[in-house]
Every structure is written in C-alpha cells, then in structure tokens.
C-alpha cells in the first residue's frame, strides 16, 4: 500500500512521515519525494515464522510518501506539481495543523485548511472531467462512458468527492489512467501540541471528515516522533505518560485498514512465510492473482486454513487428519487469516 503524506506549509507533515517511519529526514527540505517503508506488525505471521522456520518471512508493508508541498511563512495553496504526486498515490493522507507554530503568523485552522485542499483537489478533478467531455464531441465514445463522465462533473459541482460515488453509482473501469484526486481514500492526520496528544478530535471535524467519506485520526508528531526513535521497551512507558495505548505507527494502520477494509491472508511454507493484503471480499481467484498473475489465469481450486484452526492442530498435517482442510473454488470469499495454497495449472 502506497500512502501519499501531503500538507500545506507548516503543518508539520515531514514530522509526522518521520513519526510513522521512524526516519530522520530533515524538516523544511523542498524538492523531492522522500520514502520510507514500514512492516505491518501481525502476530501471526511471527507465530507461523517460528513453526515453519522458513528461509524468508515476509510481513505486509506499507510505503509512505512525503510528498513536497509549498514552501513560504503563509502559503495555503499546492503546487501543481505536488498535486501530481498526489495521483501517485494509493492512499491521499492530509496533515493538518493544530498546533501553534512560531514560524507562521496565522493560528491553526484545521477545518479551514481541510476545505482549502478539498477545494483545490475538487477543482483539479473538474478539469479533467471537462477536459475529458470536451473531447467527447470530437471522440464520439462510448455512451457508458460518457454518462459517468457526466455523472462525475455533477458530483463534483456540487462540491462532493468521487469517492462517495459507490460502485453501482459510477463505473470505474472508465476512470483508468485519470486517477483523480478526490477518489482516493483520504486519512487525515490531526497534529496536535504534546499536550493535547490523547484528546479526542473535535466533533465538528471528525463529522466533516467523515462526510468527505475519510477518517481520521490524532497525533502529536513532535514528541511521538522521539518516542519512535526509542527503544521498543522503553516506548510504552513514555505512551502512557501521554496517556496513549498504542504508538502513532500502530494507530495509523489500525485507522489505514479500516478505511480501505483490508484483511490478510498468508502463504506458507520451508520458502517463505508470508502476508497478503487484500480488500474484505476478494475472492480466492483475485487473491491468487496478487500472489502471481499465472496463478489467477490457471486457478483450479484454493486449500484453506483457517489461522484459528491451524494454531488448534499445530501443523497443516494434522489439519487435513482432521478433516478440516477447506477445499474452495474461484468464488470463495477469502477471510481475515486465512492460509491458502492454490492449485494452479497453465
């Protein structure tokens, strides 16, 4: 999963990519996209790691991207090169400031600066729809194709993202190649002074984001940056102490794989131990495919365990003596924890 970090100046974005990413890139630095990449922490993967002793063990991974924005004392606005990086991404998350920061005049206005990039995300979107439908008259495409088009110039007229189109509303295989802004998931970060790290957001906010069909979470990149930095038993105490449970890494995934709808399945054995991230009701055929495309193309059938079951029987031998091996066709829905071995002819 590719998340894209994107804020207006001073809002203390680069701190919160170091946060997540336990980086130390510097702050304030323009230019390029800065990366870092974090292991979804799982249990159990750790677990069948220890059982099957593989050569590899391969956690799930998120990649974060710092995307550079504009720089100035009381800029608000995204460059249009920073907007193009946004369409880069998998996930849109925006920091916004709460905090007070001495090298801007303004006080923090995080529901403001939220409408600002909602705005400038929608009008970027608008383009490409009418850029799309002016070539319309020329093309002659598709008749499908053009009442989406339609259907999207009217939702984002009205001031509403793409993303709150469902499936049934808009088709999306007409939308490949555009990546427009406002159908990416959308995270938004509120970073807020130390001692406001464990208080909950306003409602307000949390209600707008919500209507913007996003979620959102709270943080305090300052001081939960060091605490990153610290020694894995040390940094629990020091949470505590801001009256936090789980670190900033930890809520964040948690509030990433909510929003997407994510589970993972897992492959196993002397090889590799591995997880697999797939969107809630993916079947078995699609989640062969993200293990290799020959393996979606030549699908015959999926040999399922699931993780609750395997950690009963202890070994996937004892598993098929019990007869609880699950033997599933493409059409199977696959489930939080499950291990799959697909069978496969080409």
């Given at each position: 999963?590719?998340?894209?970090?994107?804020?207006?100046?001073?809002?203390?974005?680069?701190?919160?990519?170091?946060?997540?990413?336990?980086?130390?890139?510097?702050?304030?630095?323009?230019?390029?996209?800065?990366?870092?990449?974090?292991?979804?922490?799982?249990?159990?993967?750790?677990?069948?790691?220890?059982?099957?002793?593989?050569?590899?063990?391969?956690?799930?991974?998120?990649?974060?991207?710092?995307?550079?924005?504009?720089?100035?004392?009381?800029?608000?606005?995204?460059?249009?090169?920073?907007?193009?990086?946004?369409?880069?991404?998998?996930?849109?998350?925006?920091?916004?400031?709460?905090?007070?920061?001495?090298?801007?005049?303004?006080?923090?206005?995080?529901?403001?600066?939220?409408?600002?990039?909602?705005?400038?995300?929608?009008?970027?979107?608008?383009?490409?729809?009418?850029?799309?439908?002016?070539?319309?008259?020329?093309?002659?495409?598709?008749?499908?194709?053009?009442?989406?088009?339609?259907?999207?110039?009217?939702?984002?007229?009205?001031?509403?993202?793409?993303?709150?189109?469902?499936?049934?509303?808009?088709?999306?295989?007409?939308?490949?190649?555009?990546?427009?802004?406002?159908?990416?998931?959308?995270?938004?970060?509120?970073?807020?002074?130390?001692?406001?790290?464990?208080?909950?957001?306003?409602?307000?906010?949390?209600?707008?984001?919500?209507?913007?069909?996003?979620?959102?979470?709270?943080?305090?990149?300052?001081?939960?940056?060091?605490?990153?930095?610290?020694?894995?038993?040390?940094?629990?105490?020091?949470?505590?102490?801001?009256?936090?449970?789980?670190?900033?890494?930890?809520?964040?995934?948690?509030?990433?794989?909510?929003?997407?709808?994510?589970?993972?399945?897992?492959?196993?054995?002397?090889?590799e131990v591995r997880a697999w991230t797939i969107r809630r009701g993916t079947t078995a055929r699609q989640a062969a495919g993200r293990i290799h495309s020959d393996l979606e193309r030549g699908f015959i059938r999926a040999e399922v365990t699931p993780y609750a079951v395997f950690t009963q029987y202890g070994s996937e031998q004892a598993v098929r003596t019990a007869g609880r091996l699950q033997v599933e066709g493409k059409d199977y829905v696959v489930s939080d924890g499950d291990i799959l071995h697909i069978r496969f002819a080409v």
């Open positions: 999963m590719k998340i894209g970090l994107v804020g207006f100046a001073g809002s203390g974005k680069t701190t919160v990519f170091n946060t997540l990413t336990g980086l130390q890139v510097p702050v304030g630095f323009g230019g390029e996209v800065r990366l870092g990449t974090v292991k979804v922490p799982d249990e159990r993967i750790a677990a069948l790691s220890k059982i099957f002793s593989p050569k590899k063990t391969t956690y799930a991974e998120i990649a974060f991207c710092d995307i550079p924005g504009e720089h100035g004392a009381e800029k608000k606005g995204l460059s249009s090169k920073a907007l193009l990086q946004i369409r880069d991404q998998e996930v849109v998350c925006l920091v916004l400031r709460a905090f007070t920061n001495p090298a801007l005049e303004s006080d923090p206005d995080p529901s403001a600066d939220l409408e600002a990039f909602h705005a400038e995300c929608i009008l970027a979107d608008l383009d490409l729809v009418e850029r799309r439908l002016s070539r319309a008259k020329k093309d002659k495409p598709d008749p499908l194709e053009l009442a989406a088009f339609e259907r999207m110039k009217t939702t984002l007229e009205h001031e509403w993202p793409l993303r709150s189109l469902t499936p049934d509303a808009l088709n999306r295989s007409y939308l490949k190649g555009y990546e427009f802004l406002t159908d990416r998931p959308l995270l938004v970060v509120l970073n807020r002074s130390e001692q406001e790290a464990a208080a909950p957001m306003a409602d307000g906010l949390a209600a707008r984001i919500k209507e913007l069909h996003g979620a959102g979470l709270v943080l305090s990149a300052s001081v939960e940056a060091e605490i990153a930095g610290m020694d894995v038993a040390d940094q629990a105490a020091f949470l505590a102490d801001l009256g936090l449970k789980e670190s900033a890494v930890a809520r964040f995934i948690r509030t990433a794989y909510g929003l997407l709808d994510l589970v993972s399945f897992f492959t196993v054995g002397q090889d």
